[in-house]
Nanobody, 117 residues
């Protein structure tokens, strides 16, 4: 199984970025997909997830700014991030878990997002 994130970078506050996570080696449509983030010195945080029925969850800190979506044909999950703030600066990780399971079994390598002037 491989999860490969892309789309990170340096962006000014108030701007947008879209992260992508391309999955291979798994039955993508049978997995709940998620985005986590971790900033230096902080705990890893669940940002958003989307289950096999495309029901989504977004953390309060990103609600109304970030949107998770998935494309089961392209085996890809996205995170559209709008109105970015400096506190969104983190390494963002894609993760996958089999539907009904509690733990995320598969993780990507992470992509850095830096929000700064």
């Amino acid at each position: 199984v491989q999860l490969v994130e892309s789309g990170g970078g340096l962006v000014q506050p108030g701007r947008s970025l879209r992260l992508s996570c391309a999955a291979s080696g798994l039955m993508f449509n049978m997995y709940t997909m998620a985005w986590f983030r971790q900033a230096p010195g902080k705990d890893r945080e669940l940002v958003a997830n989307i289950d096999t029925a495309t029901i989504t969850y977004h953390a309060d800190s990103v609600k109304d700014r970030f949107t998770i979506s998935r494309d089961n044909v392209k085996n890809t999950v996205y995170l559209q991030m709008n109105t970015l703030k400096p506190e969104d600066t983190s390494v963002y990780y894609c993760a996958a878990k089999w539907r009904g399971r509690k733990e995320y079994a598969y993780w990507g390598q992470g992509t850095q997002v830096t929000v700064s002037t």
